[in-house]
T-cell receptor
Framework: NAGVTQTPKFQVLKTGQSMTLQCAQD?????MYWYRQDPGMGLRLIYY???????DKGEVPNGYNVSRLNKREFSLRLESAAPSQTSVYFC??????????????FGSGTQLSVL | AQSVAQPEDQVNVAEGNPLTVKCTYSVSGNPYLFWYVQYPNRGLQFLLK??????LVKGSYGFEAEFNKSQTSFHLKKPSALVSDSALYFCAVRDGGSNYKLTFGKGTLLTVNP
């Protein structure tokens, strides 16, 4: 029962460094998402992938890129990290129900600090 | 555009008392409304949803929520709070006719005191 697995759990970067956050789900879900969580801001959508081979921008995509490697994996890359990208990052996947709604399943998060 | 407002950053209640966490929304079409809960150092977990039908919906852990179309509200409630209910609660909305992108509120920190 792994669900949604994110790595790493913690990361400290210097301004200008790059890194990739990894996410994998074992529930055979089509859609996957990357959110960031900041105090007083709630969750904001960075990018999402409605299905394997497709990706789309969310509310706050600037400074990020994503790759939907296969149905299981959806990675988030910071090419040149900035202090404004200090946040907690959550990956999620969802299951769609026949009644037309969906339930999100979240990973446990990555706490990223950019100095 | 769709939006969610959670007017209280923090709610404190005594164990055994009823609790309410407030949420109002704005959406152009029919609202699909959700509550998620986040326990410390964990990802969010689904609590309950409203898409159509009865205005009072029941969810996990004894929580329920009341949909009020005229007031565009979807308040989360529980008749008797437990200390273990202490967590961060998020309301979310999307237009029922749109794609599956949810808009989340800023979250309300619920603290239940023993």
């Amino acid at each position: 029962n792994a669900g949604v697995t994110q790595t790493p759990k913690f990361q400290v970067l210097k301004t200008g460094q790059s890194m990739t956050l990894q996410c994998a789900q074992d529930m055979n879900h089509n859609s996957m998402y990357w959110y960031r969580q900041d105090p007083g801001m709630g969750l904001r959508l960075i990018y999402y992938s409605a299905s394997e081979g497709t990706t789309d921008k969310g509310e706050v995509p600037n400074g990020y890129n994503v790759s939907r490697l296969n149905k299981r994996e959806f990675s988030l890359r910071l090419e040149s990290a900035a202090p404004s990208q200090t946040s907690v990052y959550f990956c999620a996947s969802n299951i769609h129900f026949s009644q037309g709604w969906e339930k999100l399943f979240f990973g446990s998060g990555t706490q990223l600090s950019v100095l | 555009a769709q939006s969610v407002a959670q007017p209280e950053d923090q709610v404190n209640v005594a164990e055994g008392n009823p609790l309410t966490v407030k949420c109002t929304y704005s959406v152009s079409g029919n609202p699909y409304l959700f509550w998620y809960v986040q326990y410390p150092n964990r990802g969010l977990q689904f609590l309950l949803k409203y898409i159509t039908g009865d205005n009072l919906v029941k969810g996990s852990y004894g929580f329920e929520a009341e949909f009020n179309k005229s007031q565009t509200s979807f308040h989360l409630k529980k008749p008797s709070a437990l200390v273990s209910d202490s967590a961060l609660y998020f309301c979310a909305v999307r237009d029922g006719g749109s794609n599956y992108k949810l808009t989340f509120g800023k979250g309300t920190l619920l603290t239940v005191n023993p």
